[in-house]
């Protein structure tokens, strides 16, 4: 079967027109496909990191996946999701990249890029499905210089499909 544009009688074979042959066709180009991945930050204080003993920090990753790290400056932690304040900022954020890495935390669901005291932490999955919220209790931001926001922001897509 052969279908058939009325307007200027281009012939495209088979039941459906690819849509970037029908779109060239009218005199448009589909612009690529453009995912981009939610992501958050924060920032431990070089003297705050180790103010706050078990505020906690939930995250939510892409496909619902939810954990809840607790921070901890009595050297207490005892599970895969506490984490050590440690002797710095810079070890307070090491320690909490660890655990969201962990098995028994987000295992590849969230990525973590640490700078020092600052984490950038991405959804792996991209789409605005990973526009979840973030929650922090017990006093958790006061260990940071930046604070976390209140959901992961900036997961899009523009809707073409390839």
């Not at 495209?12 to 066709?25: N, S």
């Not at 050297?75 to 999701?81: K, V």
């Not at 260990?143 to 976390?148: F, K, R």
Request: aromatic share 6%; with cysteine.
């Amino acid at each position: 079967m052969v279908t058939k544009l009325q307007s200027r009688m281009a012939a495209f074979e088979g039941h459906l027109a690819p849509i970037g042959t029908v779109l060239a066709y009218l005199g448009a180009t589909p612009p690529a496909v453009a995912h981009t991945v939610a992501s958050a930050t924060l920032t431990f204080g070089d003297t705050e990191f180790d103010d706050v003993n078990n505020g906690t920090l939930t995250l939510i990753s892409t496909d619902g996946t939810s954990r809840t790290y607790t921070i901890r400056n009595d050297y207490g932690a005892s599970t895969n999701i506490q984490f050590n304040a440690g002797a710095s900022a810079d070890a307070c954020a090491t320690n909490l990249k660890v655990a969201i890495e962990h098995a028994d935390g987000h295992a590849g669901k969230l990525t973590v890029e640490r700078t020092g005291a600052l984490l950038v932490i991405t959804q792996a999955t991209k789409g605005i499905e990973g526009n979840s919220t973030i929650t922090v209790a017990s006093s958790f931001n006061n260990s940071c210089d930046v604070n976390i926001g209140a959901a992961f922001t900036g997961g899009q897509s523009n809707g073409w499909l390839m």
